[in-house]
């Protein structure tokens, strides 16, 4: 079975509809808080938001305007999948940087709302992974332009994060982690272009 959403608009939960992120953020958050790692646990998710966070697809594709929270809701859905289904998840970002708030992401819901299970020792979380005192684990990589990154691992969940951008090569190079899992595929992205640069071949996203 396979999803996909479809939305263009900033939705920032709690009914706020469609406003500016400069107005919300000024009115909800103290300007010492740096956007980019805000405790996202302040937001009320939207009715898709829970729809997707709950929904049990093998495959989902989030199509999205910019800062819609898009990111966050697919990080809280794989605190669920961890917790619930014991999964390994395997995250692939267009850069380090976005590799990273990932992480930071999935590590600001779990120290809000289930710290006793996060592993400790050899095992406590790091820059680019989570892992989970029940086996389960989450890990960050950027793509690059061919995937190696992705080369070894096996996963139940691949989560290509801002997938319009990827090379078509990485997507071929990252599939072979669910070879023995036939596991699922959560891909979420703001569309950036139909073609490959300037050439008549369609990107892999639009595809």
């Known amino acids: ?21 400069q107005k919300f953020f000024k009115n909800n958050y103290k300007p010492s808080i740096p956007l980019n790692i805000m405790n996202i646990n302040n937001l009320q998710y939207d009715d898709w938001q829970k ?4 929904d049990n ?9 910019r800062q819609i929270g898009g990111t966050s ?3 809280e859905k794989a605190v669920k999948w961890m917790k619930e289904k014991k999964s390994k998840i395997l995250v692939g970002s267009i850069t380090e940087e976005q590799a ?6 999935v590590k600001n819901i779990l120290f809000e709302k289930d710290k006793k299970i996060i592993a400790t020792g050899k095992n406590k979380p790091t820059l680019d992974k989570v892992i989970l005192k029940n086996g389960a684990e989450i890990r960050s990589r950027p793509v690059g332009t ?8 096996t996963a139940d ?10 090379p ?17 595929i959560w891909m979420d992205s703001t569309p950036f272009g139909k073609f490959v640069g300037s050439t008549s071949k369609k990107t892999f996203f639009y595809k």
């Open 1 to 21: 079975m396979e999803k996909c959403y479809y939305c263009p608009t900033l939705s920032l939960g709690g009914g706020k509809g469609e406003v500016t992120a």
């Open 51 to 54: 729809d997707m966070i709950n």
């Open 168 to 184: 078509e090569i990485a997507f071929v190079s990252i599939m072979p982690t669910l070879m023995t899992t036939g596991g699922d």
């Open 157 to 166: 969940v691949n989560w290509f994060n801002e997938a319009s951008k990827w």
């Open 57 to 65: 697809s093998q495959y989902i594709m989030l199509c999205k305007g």
């Open 100 to 105: 990273k708030l990932v992480i930071v992401m």
């Open 73 to 75: 809701t697919f990080a």
């Open 146 to 153: 061919m995937g190696d990154g992705f080369r070894g691992f």
